[in-house]
């Protein structure tokens, strides 16, 4: 006999599989990563989508916040967006004879960055509270954001020309980076055909209300962990700050964000428990981003690939629970 949060899971899973036809209806052969999306957004964490210009990112950005009947900003970043064209600002009301506060697009459920690397290091910064505490302060007064709050933000590879690199605090504030790749050729035959008229994103039909998330993501965090799944994340970060391929391992808010994330993917797949597999296979796009190589170990290969590649040897090499 099923427990009542069992049952709560598994219809839950059946709308979110409702919910992932409907977003790969637009973005073709690209399940996987539909599904960290969602993964993300189960564990109240926030998307960083990089990759090359063109593949797709801002199409599942806004096809994931179509998804849900709640607010939602799509935020072009450029070289002269200010932090106020954010978050907001204060005016002068003559009337009232003093200051009142007019909210910026930040003030939404579903914030989609738009190549965030394009703007400046000042700009970027506006966005770190906000991502950390789901709060804004200006003048001295916080003010709340809407929950459930997501960001999901794009960004082009910074070897392209007019971009400014994402600090590694900024970067910490991500719960995964992950990577679009070009489709394959059928799925590309289908993504020609569908742009033939209209935006396919168009189409996207809510599938789900904002409490209906906050409700998931509130089941999310009662998905049970085991101590010896615990145990094996743990020795992976570690390892991750002790070997000397890495000049900067995984800090202990990363470790925080795999557990979340690992209890997200067991609740997507209709699960009340994680697996070692839930922890195993979200290490790279959880981790891959907040660790920086070091420059005696350097090579031809891109920062990121290498980064992903020492994290595959480290988890390659670690015992997994039984």
Known sequence: MQSTTQTTTLNASARLGELLRSIA????????????????????????????????????????????????????????????????????????????????????????????????????????????????????????????????????????????????????????RIKMGYPARENEKEIIRNNAGHSPVEKVTPVMDAADVVAMQESVARVKVDESLLDYALEIVDRTRQTEQLSLGVSPRGAVMLHRAAQARAFLEGRDFCLPDDFKRLIVPVFAHRVVVSSRYVSTQKKSEQAEAILGEIVDSTRVPV
């Open 25 to 176: 209806r637009v973005v073709k052969g690209k399940d996987e990563v539909i599904q960290l999306a969602l993964t993300a957004l189960l564990a109240r964490g926030h998307l960083l989508i990089e990759d090359v210009p063109g593949v797709g990112k801002t199409t599942l950005a806004q096809a994931l916040a179509r998804s849900f009947r709640c607010s939602f900003q799509r935020i072009q970043f450029t070289s002269d967006l200010l932090p106020s064209d954010v978050i907001g600002v204060s005016v002068f009301n003559p009337v009232s004879q003093s200051f009142e506060f007019k909210p910026g697009p930040i003030f939404a459920n579903i914030i989609v960055a738009d190549e965030i690397n394009r703007t400046t290091p000042k700009t970027q910064s506006s966005l770190l509270e906000a991502m950390n505490e789901a709060q804004i302060t200006m003048d001295n007064h916080t003010h709340a954001l809407p929950n459930p709050f997501l960001v999901l933000a794009t960004q082009n590879p910074i070897e392209h020309h007019g971009t400014y690199p994402l600090p590694e605090s900024q970067l910490d504030r991500f719960l995964m």
